[in-house]
């Protein structure tokens, strides 16, 4: 009877070790990246009647993209992530240093199209994604609107 005894409790703390081991593995680390992504549109002008033209002032807005994790060492990928609605987004990672890609996102290239990132132990790092627009011009002739784009970063 004490050999059973002993055999359980031998075998409740292997459990137990077993256990914890694996609860301690599956915790997701304090590091990472997390940030948001925005779109920036600079000035643009309206004529409001003929020859005269007003300044709209630069808009900044978040928004949903998507981006390429790289090893900064080997440059292997380590994953593909993308932001929620509100453009932002959190990867966890452990400390080291990573490149980090975004998508182009309307046939507009991110600024800058890559950047390393730094993680450090037990926090993580603020990075932020940037596209924006050339300027628009929006032109009226009478009665028809016309609204040219010029595109690009």
């Not at 009877?1 to 077993?18: D, E, F, N, R, T």
């Not at 590091?31 to 920036?40: R, V």
């Not at 007003?54 to 978040?62: A, I, L």
């Not at 182009?104 to 790092?125: D, H, I, M």
Request: charged fraction near 10%; proline fraction near 10%; include cysteine.
């Amino acid at each position: 009877m004490k050999s059973k005894i002993q055999l359980l409790k031998l075998g409740l703390v292997v459990l137990l070790l077993a256990t914890s081991a694996h609860l301690l593995l599956a915790a997701p680390p304090n590091t990472g990246i997390q940030g948001q992504a925005f779109i920036h549109i600079p000035q643009f002008l309206v004529e409001v009647r003929p020859g005269v033209f007003v300044g709209v002032g630069d808009f900044t807005c978040p928004v949903v993209t998507s981006f390429t994790i790289l090893s900064a060492h080997s440059n292997r990928a380590l994953g593909h992530f993308a932001t929620d609605a509100g453009g932002t987004f959190e990867v966890p990672l452990p400390p080291g240093k990573y490149l980090l890609v975004p998508d182009t996102l309307l046939g507009l290239a991110p600024t800058p199209s890559s950047f390393e990132v730094t993680v450090r132990a037990k926090q993580y790092t603020e990075v932020e994604i940037h596209y924006r627009l050339a300027p628009i011009e929006v032109v009226t002739w009478p009665g028809f609107p016309i609204i040219p784009f010029t595109g690009g970063p």
